[in-house]
T-cell receptor
Framework: KAGVTQTPRYLIKTRGQQVTLSCSPI?????VSWYQQTPGQGLQFLFEYFSETQRNKGNFPGRFSGRQFSNSRSEMNVSTLELGDSALYLCASSLGSATNEKLFFGSGTQLSVL | QQQVKQSPQSLIVQKGGISIINCAYENTAFDYFPWYQQFPGKGPALLIA?????SEKKEGRFTISFNKSAKQFSLHIMDSQPGDSATYFCAASIGQAGTALIFGKGTTLSVSS
């Protein structure tokens, strides 16, 4: 069974630009969550999508947004990039049918903002 | 109150030894406490998880000890191996919050052979 796939693996952008990251969940998983990982702040929850609807949201500015498609694939968008947005962005999928389910993480997209 | 405090930041253990990582929380509404393992270049992977109605859970060489009154929980890795060298994260969540895990800052474990 294929794991969670995130593309691209690496991305370099400049301040003020916008970026879109993609995540393909494990087949059959309907929930996709996004996390930001930085050396200083660690792992922080961005948002969760289930059946194309945002089900939960972390404490990030509105520049961070996402969406989910009917096939459960998800994209995350960051607009007006800032230097502090440099991070590893991780996507995790789960079945979405119960609370406290096991999350399966992808290897992440490493975003560098110059 | 939403924080999970993890210690130590780094840990060096001899092969065959016991690795112990501790976490503390404040929010008594947390009802799920997983531990994740992350290798360089990879995403975190669930190791073991516990709920507050259980004081201990063991899976192979990995054991979670949970102290509800002290609001603390810990991961014990028995017979530590070089392959266990990784970063370990404790986390906590409230069932109603879905997949919104609150992670500790992580512990980098090095097991020397």
């Amino acid at each position: 069974k294929a794991g969670v796939t995130q593309t691209p693996r690496y991305l370099i952008k400049t301040r003020g630009q916008q970026v879109t990251l993609s995540c393909s969940p494990i087949s059959g998983h309907r929930s996709v969550s996004w996390y930001q990982q930085t050396p200083g702040q660690g792992l922080q929850f961005l948002f969760e999508y289930f059946s194309e609807t945002q089900r939960n949201k972390g404490n990030f500015p509105g520049r961070f947004s996402g969406r989910q498609f009917s096939n459960s694939r998800s994209e995350m968008n960051v607009s007006t990039l800032e230097l502090g947005d440099s991070a590893l962005y991780l996507c995790a999928s789960s079945l979405g049918s119960a609370t406290n389910e096991k999350l399966f993480f992808g290897s992440g997209t490493q975003l560098s903002v110059l | 109150q939403q924080q999970v405090k993890q210690s130590p930041q780094s840990l060096i253990v001899q092969k065959g030894g016991i690795s112990i990582i501790n976490c503390a929380y404040e929010n008594t509404a947390f009802d799920y406490f997983p531990w994740y393992q992350q290798f360089p270049g990879k995403g975190p992977a669930l190791l073991i998880a516990i709920r507050p109605d259980v004081s201990e859970k063991k899976e192979g060489r990995f054991t979670i000890s949970f102290n509800k009154s002290a609001k603390q929980f810990s991961l014990h890795i028995m017979d530590s191996q070089p392959g266990d060298s990784a970063t370990y994260f404790c986390a906590a969540s409230i069932g109603q919050a879905g997949t919104a895990l609150i992670f500790g800052k992580g512990t980098t474990l090095s097991v020397s052979s």
